[in-house]
């Protein structure tokens, strides 16, 4: 098949599943407990995301002393907990990485 | 300034954190997609029509090695199941909009625009203008998105590997998930996403991170439940 429509269809699959549940809302019952469920969205997904990228280094588990990311996203959580400042976050979390890289 | 432009610069400035982490992303991808013999026009074309970087990555790389179109649009879409549920998730606060509007919003509805505006909407709830927000933050990154990939394209992925600018991503989540974790559920509907998505790491297109948000969304729920 011609790439140019496999990735014109690409986009209508991915668009659709983005558009379908935005589409859809109202014009049918949503049960409450569907309701609640959604809450807790996004920190599941986000969790997800992080939980892998700080674990895992080239592929593979460490959650020894040695890997950087893990000891980095853990400053990070501890300043995002009590600052609550997302760019004070990301800079203490980033400082940390370097240093920790640098000397080692 | 109107309310709508306010709205609108609020989200482009939410979404600048991520940008930090997504342009390297886009050009590395610009970079990989003409590795994969994919022409200069194609590669951009495609996050121009996808616009989702983990299932351009995974497109192009199959692309490359002449898998079936079916093959690659089942990937695409599995890679990119975790939309349904941003669409699900922000629905209730976009249900009053145009259809034009609808549209337009989902075709820019990524992970890092729906952070930042989920965590505005669920704090301030449904207001008649709270989409302009979700507009400049998906804008924004859409924007850069186009740039970097062009960038990749002409210039190669010219970013040294000791600058760990792909770690801002990670961080931004980390920043805003930490002050949304208030109560039992929410710690243990992240915390058990976490988990599953650590022991599910290994299976193919991102189902371990479908996985995982199922299992935080269930657990949360049902611990809200019995309360």
């Known amino acids: ?104 | 300034m109107n309310e709508f432009k306010k709205l609108f610069w609020d989200g482009v400035r939410a979404e600048f954190p991520l940008l930090i982490g997504v342009f390297p992303f886009g050009m590395i991808y610009g970079a990989l997609a003409l590795n994969a013999g994919l022409s200069a026009p194609a590669a951009q074309a495609m996050s121009a029509l996808v616009f989702a970087g983990s299932a351009q990555f995974v497109a192009a790389q199959l692309l490359h090695d002449a898998a079936p179109a079916f093959v690659i649009l089942a990937t695409v879409a599995v890679v990119n199941l975790r939309h349904v549920l941003y669409s699900a998730s922000l629905a209730p606060y976009l249900k009053n909009l145009s259809l034009k509007w609808k549209i337009m919003l989902s075709y820019l509805l990524t992970d890092e625009a729906y952070a930042p505006t989920i965590l505005k909407y669920e704090k301030e709830g449904a207001t008649p203008t709270n989409h302009w927000f979700l507009f400049g933050a998906g804008l924004a990154l859409w924007t850069t998105w186009q740039i970097s990939t062009a960038l990749g394209v002409f210039l190669g992925a010219a970013i040294p590997d000791s600058l760990p600018l792909d770690f801002a991503l990670p961080l931004t989540f980390i920043a805003m998930v930490a002050p949304a974790l208030k109560n039992r559920p929410m710690v243990a509907a992240a915390f058990s996403a976490g988990c599953v998505a650590l022991l599910a790491y290994s299976l193919p297109f991102k189902l371990g991170l479908i996985l995982a948000a199922l299992m935080g969304i269930l657990v949360g729920t049902f611990l809200e439940g019995r309360k």
Request: positive net charge; proline residues 4%; hydrophobic residues 60%.
């Open chain 1, 1 to 104: 098949m011609n790439i140019w429509l496999v990735m014109l269809i690409g986009g209508v699959v991915t668009f659709g599943m983005r558009f379908s549940l935005i589409y859809l809302f109202g014009k049918f019952e949503i049960p409450e407990t569907m309701r609640r469920a959604l809450h807790y969205v996004p920190p599941a997904v986000l969790s997800a995301i992080i939980f892998p990228e700080l674990f895992f280094h080239a592929n593979h588990f460490d959650i020894s002393l040695s890997n950087s990311r893990l000891l980095a996203g853990v400053v990070a959580a501890l300043v995002a907990w009590i600052s609550k400042n997302t760019l004070l976050t990301i800079l203490a979390g980033m400082v940390a990485l370097l240093v920790l890289q640098t000397w080692r």
